[in-house]
């Protein structure tokens, strides 16, 4: 389960966790349904996403070593790219209207 600690509110029950480079890579590529994924580096950088070859809107949470929240993205767009000026060590792509149903925010401390 994912928590958003600072608000206890749940994020998403079952999530997906990508280690690898390829895992990595493929995210939601393909898919026809939102899933939850956790991206996670053995240390903080810069991270970029991509959205090629995913067909649905997500949201997306960037986390540093403390899993505190630094950066959010709602409805990051099919085909789109996003970067975030912050190192992270963690990224969370979620279904589209979770950062607001959940009222997550950037400086909230998260669980997994």
Known sequence: MIINKT???????????????????IGLMFSFKPLTLLFEWKQEKIRKL????VFFPIDVLWLDK???VIATKERLM???????IKPAKY????SQETI??????VNDLINF
């Open 78 to 84: 099919p085909f789109s790219l996003a970067k975030v």
């Open 66 to 68: 403390e899993k505190k």
């Open 7 to 25: 608000k206890d509110t749940i994020i998403s029950k079952d999530y997906k966790i990508c280690k690898t480079s390829i895992s990595k890579a």
């Open 91 to 94: 990224v969370i792509e979620l």
């Open 100 to 105: 607001k149903n959940t009222k997550t925010e």
């Open 50 to 53: 991509h959205m090629f070859f």
